[in-house]
């Protein structure tokens, strides 16, 4: 295959990924459910989808697995599943926009995790658009126009969402540690450990639904599962600019999701702190320089 249309399936397949990924926390609110049973349901039919799939592969048995790389995928997994944990607890006393939102500062905390404790450089611009994200997060928590006082229990929503983002982060760097392992083998221990965790804080004696069954065995197959698959078979044939861009796709259709079905519009402050966090991230992800942004303005100035 030519490697243009190599990059343009790619790349299609990566907006479908982060399409479906959008619309989870719409999964999660439809379930009905408190958010340790959707992620230890979620963890379950995960795990079983990313077995029969390695195993159909071929990636199982993994001859490279080692204890060293089964305790750092355990460590992320249990880090992943408390990020998810978080969020669906999030969205269940703020919104899907503002939880999807707030989440995306999470690869801030990755440079500061690196910086703290892996002794990486971290450069001006990036403590600015470091800098520049959490004022984004201000606004889009609704403190950015707050004229009245402050609902706690939503504070409390985007403080726990911080916590998530963080241990999303924690994951991520753990997963850089792991090589080449298959994504797929390391999503597999991960969701695995998810089973592990909360299983004993699950009331197995709940009545769940079927229409509820229907949306957990989404979360699992769909998001945990196909989306996955999809997203990491894309990953390796685009640059880093092109999957920056694409990432948006996921808060882009969370939030048109919480709007059109919801009924949650974004204010004034919320969509203030949206674009802020956005423009932060692809600006550290893509390595813009605001002292040439600065030295422009001044030429502009001058001129």
């Known amino acids: ?143 950015g126009w707050s004229s009245g006082s402050v609902d706690r229990v939503w504070m409390l929503g985007i403080g726990v969402t911080v916590l998530g983002a963080l241990c999303y982060a924690i994951t991520a760097v753990l997963g850089k540690k792991l090589g080449e392992q298959r994504p797929e083998v390391t999503s597999l221990c991960q969701t695995a450990m998810g089973v592990l965790i909360f299983a004993p804080f699950v009331h197995f004696g709940q009545s769940i639904s079927l229409p509820s069954w229907g949306w957990l065995l989404g979360i699992g197959i769909i998001h945990t599962g196909i989306a996955w698959v999809i997203i990491y078979s894309a990953y390796p044939q685009l640059s880093t600019p092109v999957i920056g861009m694409l990432s948006f796709i996921y808060p882009i259709v969370a939030v048109v999701i919480d709007w059109a079905i919801y009924d949650h519009p974004l204010g004034l402050s919320q969509a203030t702190g949206m674009l802020l966090i956005a423009i932060s991230t692809l600006g550290a992800r893509l390595g813009w320089r605001i002292r040439m942004l600065t030295g422009a303005t001044a030429k502009i100035g001058r001129g």
């Open 1 to 143: 295959m030519p490697a243009s249309i190599a990059r343009r399936s790619a790349t299609i397949k990566l907006a479908i990924g982060m399409a479906i990924i959008g619309t989870v926390g719409a999964f999660g609110v439809e379930s009905g459910l408190d958010a340790v049973t959707i992620v230890f349901w979620r963890s379950v039919f995960g795990t079983v989808f990313l077995l029969v799939w390695c195993l159909i592969f071929g990636y199982l048995p993994d001859r490279s697995l080692s204890l060293r790389k089964l305790t750092l995928s355990a460590a992320a997994g249990s880090c992943l599943v408390l990020s998810w944990a978080a969020f669906f607890a999030a969205i269940s006393v703020t919104s899907i926009a503002t939880t999807t939102i707030v989440f995306h500062i999470q690869p801030f905390f990755v440079v500061l995790i690196g910086a703290l404790f892996l002794k990486e450089r971290v450069t001006r611009d990036q403590l600015l658009w470091m800098t520049a994200a959490f004022v984004g997060v201000i606004f889009a928590s609704g403190l």
